[in-house]
């Protein structure tokens, strides 16, 4: 996959092509998603987002979604994790 770093998750990207993980059907799409991800709870309601565009595969039969982020954003989100177990609360 162009532009991912091949031990990452997103260079083995979810297949469409297998069937669901979770009920086997065969149904499967991939789907380009537009997410905006960022910690929950009110203390973080103030925190930019991160937003990702990865390709979703989603069962159409039972409404799973797997999908992978890519490096870049995967690095931002891991850091604003560590810098927010580290802030006194
Ligand atoms: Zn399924």
């Known amino acids: 996959m162009e532009g991912y770093n091949s031990k990452s998750a997103a ?34 309601i103030d925190k930019p987002i991160v937003w990702v565009f990865p390709d979703i595969v989603v069962c159409m039969e039972c409404g799973i979604a797997e999908f992978a982020l890519p490096e870049a954003e995967l690095r931002m989100l891991a850091k604003r994790e560590v810098a927010a177990r580290t802030q006194p609360s």
């Not at 990207?13 to 960022?38: D, F, Q, T, W, Y």
């Open 11 to 44: 260079g083995l990207l979810v297949n469409a092509a297998l069937p669901c993980k979770v009920c086997g059907s065969e149904n499967v799409h991939k789907l380009r998603g537009e997410i905006a991800m960022r910690s929950p709870g009110l203390k973080n």
